[in-house]
């Protein structure tokens, strides 16, 4: 199933819907390109992945480079609603240490005003 992408903001985060695979090739390329563009516009970003069924090498690879976009821009990507299966390849590869992972978006959302507020 292919990558499908949309957004909706909540206060200043903006918050991308996956739905499909984030496999290497166009849907590693679309969502590389759909994240750089909203951080030109937004600084706080939350990646819900409740609908991605499949996660492979490449697709971890670009939430990293996504990631160090943001965090060289002064934003932040934080992860919401994980699916077992991309759960499991982020503990496998122990990039859960590196990003800051929530059960729902509202609690990734309410991260990012209780740090803004610190």
Request: a neutral charge.
């Given at each position: 199933?292919?990558?499908?992408?949309?957004?909706?903001?909540?206060?200043?985060?903006?918050?991308?819907?996956?739905?499909?695979?984030?496999?290497?090739?166009?849907?590693?390329?679309?969502?590389?390109?759909?994240?750089?563009?909203l951080?030109?516009?937004?600084?706080?970003?939350?990646?819900?992945?409740?609908?991605?069924?499949?996660?492979?090498?490449?697709?971890?690879?670009?939430?990293?480079?996504?990631?160090?976009?943001?965090?060289?821009?002064?934003?932040?990507?934080?992860?919401?609603?994980?699916?077992?299966?991309?759960?499991?390849?982020?503990?496998?590869?122990?990039?859960?240490t590196?990003?800051?992972?929530?059960?729902?978006?509202?609690?990734?959302?309410?991260?990012?005003?209780?740090?803004?507020?610190?």
């Amino acid at each position: 199933m292919a990558l499908k992408l949309s957004t909706r903001t909540a206060g200043n985060v903006t918050i991308v819907y996956c739905n499909g695979r984030i496999v290497f090739g166009d849907e590693t390329a679309m969502l590389r390109d759909k994240i750089k563009g909203l951080l030109s516009e937004t600084r706080q970003i939350v990646l819900n992945l409740g609908g991605v069924s499949y996660i492979d090498s490449g697709g971890l690879g670009t939430l990293v480079g996504l990631y160090t976009s943001a965090r060289g821009a002064g934003g932040d990507i934080k992860l919401a609603n994980l699916t077992k299966r991309v759960d499991d390849q982020l503990q496998i590869t122990k990039l859960v240490t590196i990003f800051e992972v929530y059960d729902g978006e509202d609690n990734a959302v309410a991260a990012f005003q209780k740090s803004a507020s610190a």
